[in-house]
Nanobody, 127 residues
Framework: QVMLYESPGGAVQAGDSLTLSCEPA????????RAWFRQAPGKEREGVAA????????SYGDSVKGRFTISRDNAKNTLYLQMNSLKPEDTAVYYC????????????????????WGQGTQVTVSS
């Protein structure tokens, strides 16, 4: 069973930038499609961004397009989420997710398709 760990989030001001990272414990996830999701209080979990295990294909939620960038370093088994121009509505618990796939360019965008999750990290953006 792969375990995922997100870096600490934080409390920032609107317009600030923040980068999250996610690493697995003990096992490689280089051939896993990976993603970030978030959940705000009282709302359903929302897809933020996803990336194929080759890194060649990405997908973004409409609310973060142009502001967030997902990337991965397979040599380090690390997934990143660069968040720029943060808004108060980006406040949420952010989760990284992964699932094994034989397809190098596959991107999955719904939470039900992911088998492994991190514990979540809080990001709070104040106006």
């Amino acid at each position: 069973q792969v375990m995922l760990y997100e870096s600490p989030g934080g409390a920032v001001q609107a317009g600030d930038s923040l980068t999250l990272s996610c690493e697995p414990a003990r096992r490689t996830v280089s051939n896993y499609v990976r993603a970030w999701f978030r959940q705000a209080p009282g709302k359903e979990r929302e897809g933020v961004a996803a990336i194929s295990w080759s890194g060649s294909a990405t997908s973004y939620g409409d609310s973060v397009k142009g502001r967030f960038t997902i990337s991965r370093d397979n040599a380090k088994n690390t997934l990143y989420l660069q968040m720029n121009s943060l808004k108060p509505e980006d406040t949420a618990v952010y989760y990284c997710a992964a699932t094994l796939t034989p397809y190098s360019d596959l991107v999955l965008v719904t939470s039900a398709e992911y088998t492994t999750w991190g514990q979540g990290t809080q990001v709070t953006v104040s106006s």
